[in-house]
Nanobody
Framework: QVQLVESGGGLVQAGGSLRLSCAAS????????MGWYRQAPGKQRELVAA???????NYADSVKGRFTISRDNAKNTMSLQMNSLKPEDTAVYYC?????????????????WGQGTQVTVSS
């Protein structure tokens, strides 16, 4: 099994910055694609940013130019630097990873999610 733990959420004023971190642990063979998702009250969970193992990134249009996703493959960690935050960025942010584990000599790929961290941006 793989566990993902997020940290770094909090309350910030509009225009401020926060940095979210996600650490993966457990019986990891390899971490593949990783991403940050968010879910605001009454809305569906949406992709914020994603990064491949090779470092290719993808961002939602609403955060392009303000958020930066990065990862450290050696440490199985991922970060999201969020600048110029807006009230509409308020949501619970979730870390997601596609990870492989070795079970009876076979590689098993699965999606794993963190528990979420609250980000609140006041106007």
């Amino acid at each position: 099994q793989v566990q993902l733990v997020e940290s770094g959420g909090g309350l910030v004023q509009a225009g401020g910055s926060l940095r979210l971190s996600c650490a993966a642990s457990g019986s990891i063979f390899s971490i593949h694609d990783m991403g940050w998702y968010r879910q605001a009250p009454g809305k569906q969970r949406e992709l914020v940013a994603a990064i491949t193992r090779g470092g290719t990134t993808n961002y939602a249009d609403s955060v392009k130019g303000r958020f930066t996703i990065s990862r450290d493959n050696a440490k199985n960690t991922m970060s999201l630097q969020m600048n110029s935050l807006k009230p509409e960025d308020t949501a619970v942010y979730y870390c997601k990873a596609v990870a492989s584990t070795k079970v009876d000599g076979r590689l098993i790929f699965d999606d794993y999610w963190g528990q979420g961290t609250q980000v609140t941006v006041s106007s």
